[in-house]
DNA sequence: CTGAAAGCGCTTACAG
DNA sequence: CTGAAAGCGCTTACAG
């Protein structure tokens, strides 16, 4: 079941190794009763080429690497990569693709990892999650390897590098817009670290939907954090002196943590402020607590970021792909207003 | 960069392709000055070998697939899985493999999955996460490929399959017996599926601790539940009409359900109902609550798993490994309990 | 439609 | 210590 070749298959079948090569590979030119004859031997031994063969002369491995840079600390807390892997891994299975995965814990782990992904005959191309500061040289070592490479989140530097991310600048606008447009005079935010396009990416969306509408940009209402619920909870705290009557949390998780300090401070929700969040994934507390947030695709943006790799390797030439992809409004009861997701 | 052979660096180096080969793989029998030759054109050049032409000849491809079956339906909501995968990452940079993994997200996906993991020239060996009683047939579709194999968890039927596993009888046991020497006279307990083993040998630790006190071993007090925070509040609200005065549950998250279970209808913990978990994840909650639980070192568990993997790789006898990991009974405050670790 | 032959880029006895 | 040669198991022009 595991010694055979091609070879052996060619034999029992009283065909060449050519013929049952091109069987397998579901080339046209064999004749019917051929491929019959072929395909019949196959299943009978249960033969599988070898990929290792299949590779060094097809110079195609079917493989590609996830890379989670050491900068991507909350993968072991933050729900949203596990759904990310679900959908890459979808779309893998779907595409005939197998995932090698590499988790940067530490940086020394970090630079061991880009002899292994450059050695060639390995991976066809790589996504890099990332979106981070830190990750700039990372995404320049990876380029000069000349492996189709796409970064999953907008780098810091955008040039030349494709990227596929959520839109989340509009996402944020849309988030703040509906606050607006159903009356709250007083909107603060609490971001993501700013040393992240995340982070920047939906403080500026804040930025756009203020500056559109009749209200006054208030420094102090915009705060820094961390995308945790803890982070989100102090945020709050300080956000209270100032009063506001709603707030844009820039995930889910901080949104839970200003919800419990609001309450915590003796206010209601929505009644005193509205609150909304970002991300919607399936975590139990967002739907006990009527969140009302930007549901954006994890799954779906998982496997999108495939297919466009893929793009990348059949299309050895250097194109640059920028990829997008929106997000939806989720009206619940956290914001204080009633369905409304026409926009 | 990338179009270069062995043959390039030879005729660089002067030297012949076996030579350049010797020194790339560390071998000894090349004088010092050859070999410092050699290194330099190809620290100049930033070579490296083919990967998929070293595994055709070697029969080695330095990869291992990490299998989640479709019954682990909890990977995107289980922070265990993140850190199991942290643990296995470490282990495979550490001793220079690269991981591959699989993630059946349908029954169907893992059909197509077989053939894949299968086929020659690509994986030196799979993990198989498991434990539960739906991957019994594929992981005797996993053994007939012959590739070496390490189930994760303890299979139902453990004949000739190697396996690791954290010994979640003894550890049960010794969650149940610190209640039992502490004064609680009515424990019950909440247990995880028993279609899987980690449920069973929960329970039976349970049974065992009990067993082996002067207490009675009573049937009621055995709540079957799933893991969940929500699956333990509702075993919770059905065993409170027993009037419990202490929980083990088998999980945090359904510790966690429990003790929200127990808050509702007006008790106190741990004055009223004492409560043990088992995991001591991460998780923010299990702090807040000043969880008394079992901690399992699931970082250290990947970590090993593969090392055990690479045993049996390198070891082609047909060893059959099982291997148990101890755990750790953490006192904290829900118990009711001063700290009391020695045991 | 089919087969013989070359070649993908390495490693590893073998001979010296 | 070093090199020439065979071979790992496939795919793919090429010729027929």
Not at 175 to 189: E, Q
Request: charged content about 20%; hydrophobic content about 40%.
């Amino acid at each position: 079941m595991s010694a055979l070749r091609l070879e052996d298959i060619a034999k029992k079948a009283g065909v060449s190794r050519s013929t049952v090569s091109r069987v397998i590979n579901n080339q046209p030119n064999v004749s019917d009763s051929v491929r019959k004859k072929v395909l019949e031997v196959i299943n009978l031994t249960g033969f599988s080429p070898n990929a290792a063969a299949r590779t060094l002369v097809s110079q195609r491995s079917n493989t590609i690497g996830l890379v989670l840079p050491h900068s991507v600390s909350t993968f072991f807390t933050d729900p949203y990569y596990p759904h990310l892997i679900k959908g890459i891994s979808q779309a893998c299975n779907h595409y005939d693709f197998t995932l090698a995965l590499f988790v940067a814990g530490t940086k020394e782990y970090q630079e061991k990892l880009l002899p292994r992904l450059s050695s060639k005959g390995f991976l066809d191309g790589v996504i890099l999650q990332s979106g981070h500061h830190a990750d700039q040289s990372l995404i320049l070592d990876l380029k000069q390897t000349n492996l189709p490479l796409l970064v999953a989140g907008r780098p810091l530097n955008e040039e030349e590098v494709c990227f596929i991310d959520i839109d989340n600048v509009a996402a944020a606008e849309k988030a703040v817009r509906h606050l607006i447009i159903n009356g709250r005079k007083r909107i603060a935010t609490i971001t993501g670290p700013l040393t992240s396009t995340v982070g920047l990416d939906r403080m500026n969306g804040y930025r756009n939907a203020i500056g559109g509408s009749s209200q006054k940009l208030i420094d102090d209402f915009i705060q820094e954090s961390d995308f945790t619920e803890i982070g989100g909870y102090k945020a709050m705290n300080k956000l209270l002196e100032l009063q506001p009557d709603a707030i844009f949390a820039a995930s889910d998780m901080m949104a839970i943590g200003a919800i419990r300090a609001i309450r915590d401070s003796g206010r209601e929700v929505p009644k005193d402020i509205a609150v909304v969040g970002f991300d919607d994934l399936p975590i139990p507390a967002v739907n006990e607590l009527q969140l009302t947030t930007i549901r954006q695709p994890v799954v779906q943006f998982g496997f999108k970021a495939v297919e466009t790799l893929i793009e990348l390797i059949e299309n050895d030439s250097p194109i640059v792909k920028k990829v997008l992809m929106d997000t939806e409004l989720i009206v619940r009861k956290s914001c204080g207003f009633i369905k409304n997701n026409d926009w």
